[in-house]
Each structure stands twice: as structure tokens, then as C-alpha cells.
Nanobody, 121 residues
Framework: QVQLVESGGGLVQAGGSLTLSCVAS????????MGWYRQAPGNTREVVAA???????NYADSVKGRFTISRDNAKNTVYLQMNSLKPEDTAVYYC???????????????WGQGTQVTVSS
């Protein structure tokens, strides 16, 4: 079993910045990839950014150039640096990880509980 715990959400004015963190814990063999999703009211959950254990990254077009995903493999932690925030970035942000864990080793998709990001205009 793997647990993902996010932190760093909050209220910020348009143009501001926030950094989200997500720490994974449990009997982890590997976490690959790790990523961030978001869900605004009335919308489906969408991918924001993802990063492999080797550091390769992908971003949604809507956040390219403004958000940066990074990870610390030694700490099983993934970060999302969000700059130039816009009101349309308002959503609950969820951490996601595909983890190989446990004994015997199995692969599962895990989600954090979500953290609210609100951008005021």
C-alpha cells in the first residue's frame, strides 16, 4: 500500500505563484511516473504535468511555460511550481503515482486526497 499526501495549496491572486508538494510513503519499489492532475467544479479531471523517474516531463498545453514539475527520488516527492497563475487554474489538484510496491511486487495507480488551489482575479 502506498499513500500520497499533498500540501501547498491555497488562495493566491492572479499572477502569483504556489508550489505544491506530494510525498509518497509505503513499501515502495518504484514510482514511475508521478504527476499532477486537477479538477475544477463541473469539469472532468485532467492531467497537468507528469515526470518519469529519469526526469522526462510532459505538460498540458494550458500550463506550458508557467508550471514546472520536478521530483526528488530519494524523498519519493514530486513538486509542482506554479507561476503566473490565472483564475482558470482554480481547481482541486491531485497527485498521482504509478507505484510498484509491496511483497510480492504489484503495480497500482495511487491518488492523493487533493489540495485546493484558488486564484482570484
Amino acid at each position: 500500500q502506498v499513500q500520497l499526501v499533498e500540501s501547498g495549496g491555497g488562495l493566491v491572486q492572479a499572477g502569483g505563484s504556489l508550489t505544491l508538494s506530494c510525498v509518497a510513503s509505503g513499501s515502495i519499489f518504484s514510482l514511475n511516473p508521478m504527476g499532477w492532475y486537477r479538477q475544477a467544479p463541473g469539469n472532468t479531471r485532467e492531467v497537468v504535468a507528469a515526470i518519469t523517474s529519469g526526469g522526462s516531463t510532459n505538460y498540458a498545453d494550458s500550463v506550458k511555460g508557467r508550471f514546472t514539475i520536478s521530483r526528488d527520488n530519494a524523498k519519493n516527492t514530486v513538486y509542482l511550481q506554479m507561476n503566473s497563475l490565472k483564475p482558470e487554474d482554480t481547481a482541486v489538484y491531485y497527485c498521482n503515482a504509478k507505484a510498484i510496491s509491496g511483497f510480492p511486487l504489484t503495480t497500482h495507480d495511487y491518488w492523493g486526497q487533493g489540495t485546493q488551489v484558488t486564484v482570484s482575479s
